[in-house]
């Protein structure tokens, strides 16, 4: 299978020295959006952290790769595997884009090259999710993806004051090869 780490709206790519900028006002709209109030970072720590990630091994399919838009080159965001379970064949995503980048289907079409490479190239049989029970805009994204809902972590996560629920979505192969095939359109 010949894999494309590219689509029509974005390309998948390694986070460079330089995109810690960009990873620093994600981090600061994200945190002005859910209302939590995290502890203030310095611009030394986001560029540490990128040129952390810039050199990091995939450790056990584990990685982080940066989302850029393939119309204008502008980083928008994350996507990356970061829990796995070789065994079993099981592995869990996170997805970030950018407040000001949301809602241009960057985000289906990185989860989808992420998910290919990891059934079709690596082998896995299922890949899951956690969601925040009140992030429709995400659970949304899950659903037209494909996936269902495995189960609820009641007040699992506590920021902005409160206890908020963790949704668990989950995707079988078979799933996602019948919706989105495993090899490229």
Known sequence: MALSWTGNRVRLRAVEPDDWTAFAHFADDDGAREGRL???????????????QAVAECD???FRLAIEATATGELVGSVGSHRTGRCSGWFEFDIAIGARHRRNGYATEAVVLLLRF??????????????LAHNEASLALFR???????????E???FAGRHHD???MGMLV???DRRHTMSQP
């Open 38 to 52: 995290d502890l203030p970072r310095s611009a030394e720590s986001y560029r540490a952290w990128a040129k952390e």
């Open 144 to 154: 037209r993806l494909g996936f269902v809902e495995e189960g609820r972590l009641r």
């Open 118 to 131: 990891m059934f079709a190239e690596r082998r896995y049989h299922k890949c899951l999710g956690a969601v």
């Open 156 to 158: 699992h996560v506590f």
């Open 174 to 176: 078979n799933e996602f």
């Open 60 to 62: 056990d399919d584990r």
């Open 166 to 168: 963790l949704v668990m």
